[in-house]
Protein backbone atom coordinates (compact mmCIF):
# COMPACT_ATOMS: atom_id res chain seq x y z
CA UNK A 1 0.00 0.00 0.00
CA UNK A 2 1.08 3.30 -0.75
CA UNK A 3 2.21 5.70 2.64
CA UNK A 4 0.34 8.68 3.66
CA UNK A 5 3.09 10.78 1.94
CA UNK A 6 2.66 8.91 -1.59
CA UNK A 7 -1.00 9.45 -1.22
CA UNK A 8 -0.51 13.23 -0.99
CA UNK A 9 2.12 13.33 -3.23
CA UNK A 10 0.02 11.61 -6.06
CA UNK A 11 -3.07 13.66 -5.06
CA UNK A 12 -1.00 17.16 -6.09
CA UNK A 13 0.08 15.46 -9.40
CA UNK A 14 -3.26 14.86 -10.18
CA UNK A 15 -4.39 18.32 -9.63
CA UNK A 16 -1.16 19.45 -11.30
CA UNK A 17 -1.79 17.75 -14.35
CA UNK A 18 -5.72 18.60 -13.81
CA UNK A 19 -5.33 22.25 -14.15
CA UNK A 20 -3.40 21.54 -17.50
CA UNK A 21 -1.12 24.45 -17.41
CA UNK A 22 1.57 24.77 -19.55
CA UNK A 23 4.39 22.46 -17.92
CA UNK A 24 8.06 22.50 -19.56
CA UNK A 25 8.15 19.78 -21.68
CA UNK A 26 6.93 16.51 -21.22
CA UNK A 27 6.76 14.46 -17.69
CA UNK A 28 8.83 11.83 -19.13
CA UNK A 29 11.76 10.88 -21.23
CA UNK A 30 10.93 9.73 -24.75
CA UNK A 31 10.57 5.85 -24.78
CA UNK A 32 10.71 5.41 -21.65
CA UNK A 33 7.03 4.49 -20.00
CA UNK A 34 6.21 7.16 -17.37
CA UNK A 35 6.62 6.74 -13.52
CA UNK A 36 3.51 4.79 -11.84
CA UNK A 37 3.02 5.82 -8.29
CA UNK A 38 -0.53 4.71 -8.81
CA UNK A 39 1.04 0.66 -9.74
CA UNK A 40 -0.36 -0.53 -5.99
CA UNK A 41 -3.89 0.51 -6.78
CA UNK A 42 -6.13 -0.53 -9.59
CA UNK A 43 -6.55 2.53 -11.06
CA UNK A 44 -2.67 1.81 -12.52
CA UNK A 45 -2.34 3.62 -15.81
CA UNK A 46 -4.45 7.34 -14.57
CA UNK A 47 -1.14 9.46 -14.66
CA UNK A 48 -0.28 8.12 -18.46
CA UNK A 49 -3.91 8.50 -18.92
CA UNK A 50 -3.51 12.26 -18.11
CA UNK A 51 0.03 12.59 -19.93
CA UNK A 52 -1.92 11.45 -22.57
CA UNK A 53 -4.29 14.11 -22.43
CA UNK A 54 -2.14 17.18 -21.36
CA UNK A 55 0.03 16.59 -24.14
CA UNK A 56 -2.92 16.65 -26.54
CA UNK A 57 -3.90 19.99 -24.77
CA UNK A 58 -0.58 21.59 -25.26
CA UNK A 59 -0.58 20.57 -28.91
CA UNK A 60 -4.07 22.33 -29.38
CA UNK A 61 -2.66 25.62 -27.64
CA UNK A 62 0.54 25.61 -29.67
CA UNK A 63 -1.38 24.86 -33.22
CA UNK A 64 -1.67 28.67 -34.38
CA UNK A 65 2.53 28.08 -34.25
CA UNK A 66 2.66 24.37 -35.13
CA UNK A 67 -0.51 23.72 -37.02
CA UNK A 68 0.76 20.35 -38.67
CA UNK A 69 2.80 17.03 -36.70
CA UNK A 70 3.98 14.04 -37.39
CA UNK A 71 3.15 11.50 -34.49
CA UNK A 72 4.00 7.64 -34.86
CA UNK A 73 4.70 8.07 -38.90
CA UNK A 74 1.23 9.94 -38.93
CA UNK A 75 1.40 13.51 -40.31
CA UNK A 76 -1.84 15.11 -39.59
CA UNK A 77 -3.46 18.62 -38.76
CA UNK A 78 -3.38 19.55 -35.12
CA UNK A 79 -7.39 19.64 -34.11
CA UNK A 80 -9.08 22.47 -32.21
CA UNK A 81 -11.39 22.13 -29.63
CA UNK A 82 -14.59 24.20 -28.57
CA UNK A 83 -14.25 26.36 -25.41
CA UNK A 84 -17.63 27.22 -23.56
CA UNK A 85 -18.57 30.77 -22.18
CA UNK A 86 -21.58 29.65 -20.23
CA UNK A 87 -23.10 27.26 -17.31
CA UNK A 88 -26.01 26.56 -20.04
CA UNK A 89 -23.55 25.87 -22.89
CA UNK A 90 -21.84 23.27 -21.14
CA UNK A 91 -25.13 21.66 -20.14
CA UNK A 92 -26.33 21.51 -23.80
CA UNK A 93 -23.12 19.88 -25.13
CA UNK A 94 -23.11 17.39 -22.38
CA UNK A 95 -26.56 16.52 -22.61
CA UNK A 96 -26.37 16.45 -26.19
CA UNK A 97 -23.30 13.73 -26.04
CA UNK A 98 -25.28 11.62 -23.17
CA UNK A 99 -28.70 11.78 -25.62
CA UNK A 100 -26.46 10.50 -28.34
CA UNK A 101 -25.04 7.70 -26.14
CA UNK A 102 -28.09 6.59 -25.10
CA UNK A 103 -26.69 7.26 -21.45
CA UNK A 104 -28.72 8.97 -18.91
CA UNK A 105 -28.37 12.39 -17.95
CA UNK A 106 -25.67 14.48 -16.43
CA UNK A 107 -25.82 17.63 -14.37
CA UNK A 108 -23.23 19.72 -14.60
CA UNK A 109 -22.43 22.23 -11.43
CA UNK A 110 -19.89 24.33 -10.56
CA UNK A 111 -18.26 24.64 -7.20
CA UNK A 112 -15.39 27.30 -6.10
CA UNK A 113 -13.90 25.27 -3.69
CA UNK A 114 -12.67 23.15 -6.82
CA UNK A 115 -10.63 25.36 -8.40
CA UNK A 116 -8.49 23.12 -9.73
CA UNK A 117 -10.30 20.08 -10.91
CA UNK A 118 -13.31 18.70 -12.59
CA UNK A 119 -15.05 16.01 -11.15
CA UNK A 120 -17.03 13.03 -12.16
CA UNK A 121 -19.09 11.49 -9.69
CA UNK A 122 -22.74 9.68 -9.31
CA UNK A 123 -24.18 11.53 -12.48
CA UNK A 124 -22.59 14.34 -11.82
CA UNK A 125 -19.53 16.78 -13.13
CA UNK A 126 -18.82 19.49 -11.13
CA UNK A 127 -16.42 22.41 -12.58
CA UNK A 128 -14.40 24.98 -11.51
CA UNK A 129 -15.96 28.26 -11.80
CA UNK A 130 -15.67 30.04 -14.91
CA UNK A 131 -13.62 33.06 -15.20
CA UNK A 132 -10.41 33.60 -16.93
CA UNK A 133 -8.29 31.69 -13.81
CA UNK A 134 -10.45 28.60 -13.63
CA UNK A 135 -11.53 28.46 -17.67
CA UNK A 136 -9.18 25.61 -18.54
CA UNK A 137 -12.08 23.09 -17.15
CA UNK A 138 -14.74 24.69 -19.69
CA UNK A 139 -13.89 22.78 -23.22
CA UNK A 140 -14.52 19.63 -25.06
CA UNK A 141 -11.66 17.44 -24.19
CA UNK A 142 -12.04 18.03 -20.74
CA UNK A 143 -16.02 17.54 -20.54
CA UNK A 144 -15.54 14.65 -22.80
CA UNK A 145 -13.30 13.03 -19.99
CA UNK A 146 -15.80 13.54 -17.28
CA UNK A 147 -18.83 11.70 -19.47
CA UNK A 148 -16.25 9.24 -20.33
CA UNK A 149 -16.22 8.37 -17.31
CA UNK A 150 -20.08 8.03 -17.15
CA UNK A 151 -20.32 6.06 -19.64
CA UNK A 152 -17.46 3.56 -18.29
CA UNK A 153 -19.04 3.91 -14.60
CA UNK A 154 -16.49 1.59 -12.85
CA UNK A 155 -13.06 1.58 -14.87
CA UNK A 156 -11.59 4.18 -13.59
CA UNK A 157 -9.19 4.98 -16.05
CA UNK A 158 -8.52 1.60 -17.05
CA UNK A 159 -9.94 -0.62 -20.28
CA UNK A 160 -12.76 0.23 -21.67
CA UNK A 161 -12.59 3.89 -20.44
CA UNK A 162 -9.90 5.34 -22.91
CA UNK A 163 -11.31 3.66 -26.04
CA UNK A 164 -14.32 5.01 -25.28
CA UNK A 165 -12.60 8.46 -24.97
CA UNK A 166 -11.32 8.48 -28.20
CA UNK A 167 -14.45 7.47 -29.72
CA UNK A 168 -16.13 10.42 -28.43
CA UNK A 169 -12.87 12.66 -29.44
CA UNK A 170 -13.75 11.34 -32.97
CA UNK A 171 -17.43 11.94 -32.68
CA UNK A 172 -17.22 15.50 -31.00
CA UNK A 173 -14.64 16.70 -31.94
CA UNK A 174 -13.03 15.29 -35.17
CA UNK A 175 -11.60 12.27 -36.57
CA UNK A 176 -8.20 13.46 -36.77
CA UNK A 177 -8.34 14.03 -32.42
CA UNK A 178 -9.74 10.84 -31.96
CA UNK A 179 -6.73 9.72 -34.25
CA UNK A 180 -4.15 11.83 -32.50
CA UNK A 181 -5.34 10.80 -28.47
CA UNK A 182 -5.40 7.13 -30.05
CA UNK A 183 -1.86 8.17 -30.97
CA UNK A 184 -0.64 9.69 -27.79
CA UNK A 185 -2.35 6.97 -25.41
CA UNK A 186 -0.38 3.94 -27.41
CA UNK A 187 2.85 6.03 -27.42
CA UNK A 188 2.69 6.00 -23.61
CA UNK A 189 1.89 2.37 -23.09
CA UNK A 190 -1.92 3.15 -22.24
CA UNK A 191 -4.41 -0.01 -22.67
CA UNK A 192 -7.64 0.69 -24.49
ZN1 LIG B 1 -10.65 10.79 -14.97
Do not use: C
Request: without cysteine; hydrophobic residues 40%; charged residues 20%.
Amino acid sequence: MPTAAQRKALKSTENLVRTFQNLPGRQRKEGIASPRPTQYSRDAQRQRVYDAEHDFVRLVRGRAEHPRISISGVSMDVPDILRFGDLSAVQAFVDQVTRHAGASRISVHTNDRLAQRANYSGGVITLPLGGADHRWAWNQAVLLHEIAHHLTAGAKHNSPFPAALTELFTTWISPEAGLLLRLLYLDLGVKL
